[in-house]
């Protein structure tokens, strides 16, 4: 059960790490949406498990998630947005990658308490790109993650 807005990223992370997608989901209400790390917007509890049913049999079949740090901001007494940093080791190979290094990200999960549990309403998964502070496309429609800071005199 989901007695604390803290609950919300402890039982995705314990479902994802147990391979458990009925976990997983759990925390969602049904019309619930998520916006993964490459900006794929599933718009209801379905759509999120099926998403994270094939992620975690095919992507991240070996993966690991920890989490590193959770801050809770209350927006009212039964509304929350909680900011989680965390890291992720053991994706899958893919092409030339073969050995995916650990990953960090910020997920952002809204979450609204029905009578005594909290229940997410909205997530929203991003990554973190150390020395970066956007993305910018180039002419081959390829996304990098650059900083302009490196510019300045």
Partial sequence: MNNTPEDIPARFVSGWNNRDVDELVSIFVEDAEFVNVVG???????????AHDYGLRVIFKDSVIKIQKTKVTYLTEEVAVVHVKMML???SP?????VP???QNVMSFVVQKFESEWKCISAHNTDIVPGA???VV???GQILSK???KNEP
């Fill in 89 to 91: 080791r053991n994706q």
């Fill in 138 to 140: 180039n002419e081959g």
């Fill in 101 to 103: 290094q650990i990953r």
């Fill in 40 to 50: 794929l917007w599933w718009q209801n509890k379905a759509q999120i498990r099926k």
């Fill in 147 to 149: 900083s302009y800071r």
């Fill in 94 to 98: 893919i092409q030339e990658v073969n």
């Fill in 133 to 135: 502070e956007t993305n």
